[in-house]
T-cell receptor, first 120, second 111 residues
Framework: GAVVSQHPSWVICKSGTSVKIECRSL??????MFWYRQFPKQSLMLMAT?????????EQGVEKDKFLINHASLTLSTLTVTSAHPEDSSFYIC????????????????FGPGTRLTVL | QKEVEQDPGPLSVPEGAIVSLNCTYS??????FMWYRQYSRKGPELLMY????GNKEDGRFTAQVDKSSKYISLFIRDSQPSDSATYLC???????????FGSGTKLNVKP
């Protein structure tokens, strides 16, 4: 199956700093990437959808100036948490669709392993 | 009302038991239904998907969709301790623009 990686897997930062999380599709072109946030014992909360070469579409209640998303290439999307605060501590997961190769079906999302962010 | 409702559990069963996991939803436009398995601190992995109503079987796993009742199920036969994980249902409309997830059911299969 298609592989999605995330880096870093775990990051600890001080309050007020910015943190960048990378999401890469390793063996396919990800025309669409999704960014999710997951709190303990809760489900995935979609934060934004990013299409390569265009601005991300943010879900209601998600601050686009706080969570900067860039999808500059077909294999890389980044999420930057700006001026992080302790309440931003969470598990961030990206997923990607492969709609170009015909190898994967449209409904398949391939998830990265997640990034655990802890803001002190 | 949430788009997708799922009992969070936890659900604890003995090894070899048949497990039934369920979700209900409110949007009749959903057409694709998925089940994901998520181990602790890992990303979800796709287990099963079904288009529209019907059943689908894959090894020990069977997915059922009843669109008239807006109810989907995942059955696990001969459950194993390695099946212990959180199971998430998910669904989307025909355009796949957004996926809606249930809150996940934590399953523990005891040896």
């Amino acid at each position: 199956g298609a592989v999605v990686s995330q880096h870093p897997s775990w990051v600890i930062c001080k309050s007020g700093t910015s943190v960048k999380i990378e999401c890469r599709s390793l063996d396919f072109q990800a025309t669409t990437m999704f960014w999710y946030r997951q709190f303990p014992k809760q489900s995935l909360m979609l934060m934004a959808t990013s299409n390569e070469g265009s601005k991300a579409t943010y879900e209601q209640g998600v601050e686009k100036d706080k969570f900067l998303i860039n999808h500059a290439s077909l294999t890389l999307s980044t999420l930057t948490v700006t001026s992080a605060h302790p309440e931003d501590s969470s598990f961030y997961i990206c997923s990607a669709n492969d709609r170009t190769s015909g190898r994967a079906l449209n409904h398949e999302q391939f998830f990265g392993p997640g990034t655990r962010l802890t803001v002190l | 009302q949430k788009e997708v409702e799922q009992d969070p559990g936890p659900l604890s069963v003995p090894e070899g038991a048949i497990v039934s996991l369920n979700c209900t939803y409110s949007n009749s436009a959903f057409q694709y239904f998925m089940w994901y398995r998520q181990y602790s601190r890992k990303g979800p992995e796709l287990l099963m998907y079904t288009y529209s109503s019907g059943n689908k079987e894959d090894g020990r796993f069977t997915a059922q969709v009843d669109k008239s009742s807006k109810y989907i199920s995942l059955f696990i036969r001969d459950s194993q301790p390695s099946d212990s994980a959180t199971y998430l249902c998910a669904m989307t409309q025909y355009n796949f623009n957004k996926f809606y997830f249930g809150s996940g059911t934590k399953l523990n299969v005891k040896p």
